[in-house]
Nanobody, 124 residues
Framework: VQLQASGGGLVQAGGSLRLSCAAS????????VGWFRQVPGKEREFVAT????????FYRGSVKDRFTISRDNAENTVYLLMNSLKPEDTAVYYC??????????????????WGQGTLVTVSS
């Protein structure tokens, strides 16, 4: 499984961005996918996950009402729509795939494959 994250950039506070995670390799619908983010000097933190079918989603509390995770299994892509962005959302965002187990997991070590990351910078 190979994952390619894209869509990051510079945006003003209150703005929006949509991140994409394109997958290749093993059948996309067989694994759940999550988005994580990391700021230099801090641990990687969970942002959101989506189930294999796309019917189940799970968010960290600080983004729940602002971010939306979705997937298109026909296009082998997972999206993260980020609205009302805040400076504290600034980070490198990573997508990750999880082969087995439940989708509502927040620990990075439980994910099997990782994309390369895309930088999101929110200016105040």
């Amino acid at each position: 499984v190979q994952l390619q994250a894209s869509g990051g950039g510079l945006v003003q506070a209150g703005g929006s961005l949509r991140l994409s995670c394109a997958a290749s390799g093993r059948s996309f619908s067989t694994y759940s996918v999550g988005w994580f983010r990391q700021v230099p000097g801090k641990e990687r933190e969970f942002v959101a996950t989506v189930s294999r079918s796309g019917g189940g989603t799970f968010y960290r509390g600080s983004v729940k009402d602002r971010f939306t995770i979705s997937r298109d299994n026909a296009e082998n892509t997972v999206y993260l729509l980020m609205n009302s962005l805040k400076p504290e959302d600034t980070a490198v965002y990573y997508c990750a795939a999880k082969i087995s187990g439940d989708y509502y997991t927040t620990e990075p070590f439980r994910f099997d494959y990782w994309g390369q990351g895309t930088l999101v910078t929110v200016s105040s």
